[in-house]
């Protein structure tokens, strides 16, 4: 009896160190949400988008359906402003509340065929369009360093993005909020920061766009279309054991890439916002693929604000036509009640209204969820 005793005490410290040790190697080949792409498809943990999926004779397969909902850690920095984003029924504006109902829904859009989102460190407009923009949203400081509490909101969705595999395209800068940086050192600064803050956290699930529309009123020239492409290099030349980021940028609505981006890119970022005719969306994808230094790579429409989703062809379906994934950008407009749109501070973050309902529909039918 002693024998088996003394047996078991000298075992039982080597078990419980196996023990572990499987936990980890399970837990870290099977608890990581891992974006690939290969050619023009997306893959998430070694399985192609949408596998073996059409609808109505268009491939999905590969494909990376997604909306605009960049306002998931908003904030407003400035007292003088701040007041303009109050919950109707609450009186104030919340940051924590806002990112908490943002993950609160994020299940509900992966059930319908949402696999991406864009979520950007400085917004968008939180009035969806807006030529002055006083209130002071910024993930980054003067100098470019990460502010910890935007940053612990962005890490709390993307942990839940990671949960539900899915892939969220990370923004960095947008045109109504780079001026808030001092210089172009400050923004290669804060690129760098971001960068490193998302290789530190170990996430190999998200995309990259430096900037929201990159043609569109930007204060540095870094962050024009002139000069992009050198963030786009910069961000993709920050390596971890041999990881890096995929990354690209956006330029308006209708605008057609230019050859230095086009080259340096990983993915093409376009945007639907001004073309109203869907024929046109199918002329946007083609005349990209005949920009100087295209080779086959993802194409994916992040940001329009058309629907007619009842009707046979919108941008939507001219889009996966095309074989380019879309994302849906929707915000309140003027005398709209709260459920309305993505963009519009406060944000309602449920399937709440018909255009969001029209637009959850139809992608769940065309995706296969």
Not at 107 to 119: D, Q
Request: hydrophobic residues 40%; glycine residues 8%.
């Amino acid at each position: 009896m002693r024998k088996n005793q003394n047996f078991d005490a000298s075992i039982k410290p080597a078990c419980l160190f196996l023990a572990v040790l499987i936990l980890f190697s399970f837990s870290s080949a099977f608890g990581q949400t891992k974006v690939k792409i290969k050619g023009e498809k997306f893959y998430i943990n070694g399985k192609v988008t949408y596998k073996g999926q059409t609808w109505k004779g268009h491939k999905i397969e590969g494909l990376l359906m997604n909306a605009r909902l960049v306002q998931g850690v908003f904030d407003d920095l400035n007292p003088e402003t701040v007041d303009q984003w109050k919950y109707p029924d609450t009186g104030k504006w919340d940051a924590d509340r806002n990112t908490s109902e943002f993950i609160e829904n994020m299940a509900i859009w992966k059930a319908h065929g949402m696999l991406s989102f864009t979520i950007n460190l400085q917004g968008g407009s939180p009035q969806g369009y807006s030529k002055v923009q006083p209130w002071h949203n910024s993930a980054f400081t003067a100098a470019g360093e990460l502010r910890p509490a935007y940053m612990a909101r962005l890490e709390k969705i993307l942990d839940e993005a990671e949960k539900l595999e899915m892939v969220p395209i990370v923004g960095l800068f947008y045109f109504g909020q780079d001026q808030r940086l001092e210089s172009e050192a400050a923004v290669t600064n804060a690129v760098d920061n971001a960068i490193n803050w998302l290789h530190d956290h170990n996430y190999k699930n998200v995309l990259i766009e430096i900037n929201n529309e990159c043609n569109i009123r930007y204060t540095h020239k870094i962050l024009q279309p002139e000069k992009v492409h050198e963030l786009i290099e910069r961000a993709k030349s920050i390596e971890r054991n041999g990881f890096r980021y995929y990354v690209s940028t956006s330029y308006g609505g209708g605008f057609i890439p230019l050859p230095n981006v086009v080259k340096a890119t990983d993915f093409i970022l376009i945007h639907g916002n001004s073309v109203a005719d869907p024929d046109k969306i199918v002329e946007m994808v083609a005349q990209t693929k005949e920009v100087k230094g295209y080779h086959k790579m993802p194409i994916i429409f992040n940001e329009d604000d058309h629907f007619d989703f009842d009707k046979d062809f919108n941008n939507l379906v001219a889009s996966v036509s095309a074989y380019a994934s879309w994302g849906y950008f929707d915000y309140r407009k003027k005398g709209e009640a709260f459920e309305e749109g993505y963009q519009s501070v406060p944000v309602d973050w449920s399937i709440s209204s018909e255009r969001k309902k029209g637009f959850f529909n139809l992608l769940k039918e065309i995706t296969g969820y």
